[in-house]
């Protein structure tokens, strides 16, 4: 069973950057769907982001476009989340998530089946 581990969330000020990192455990993640989500407080989870196995094909929420980048290095069995120009409504805490889903990279986070504990993000404003 694939077990994600999220880390380098942090408190940042407003157009600062972050670098979030999900290492995977337990099998590889070469041909999973990987994906980030986040809860801001007293908010639902929603989604951030999302790339496909073969790394071409990737999704993201509209308040993010432009600003973030998911990337991901199978090898190293890891995902990337390169935020810039973060804002304070980007505070939240991040979870990285996975399921074998093709090419698909979905928003629905019912489709994901593999979660982390979260990293914690606050942007001050």
């Known amino acids: 069973q694939v077990q994600l581990v999220e880390s380098g969330g942090g408190l940042v000020q407003a157009g600062d950057s972050l670098r979030l990192s999900c290492a995977a455990s337990g099998g590889p993640i070469g041909t999973y769907t990987m994906g980030w989500f986040r809860q801001a407080p007293g908010k639902e989870r929603e989604f951030v982001t999302a790339?496909?196995?073969?790394?071409?094909?990737?999704n993201y929420a509209d308040s993010v476009k432009g600003r973030f980048t998911i990337s991901r290095d199978s090898a190293k069995k890891e995902v990337y989340l390169q935020m810039n120009n973060l804002k304070p409504e980007d505070t939240g805490v991040y979870y990285c998530t996975a399921a074998i889903l093709g090419t698909i990279v979905t928003m629905a986070q019912g489709q994901y089946d593999r979660w982390g504990q979260g990293t914690q993000v606050t942007v001050s404003s």
């Open positions: 790339i496909d196995w073969t790394g071409r094909s990737t």
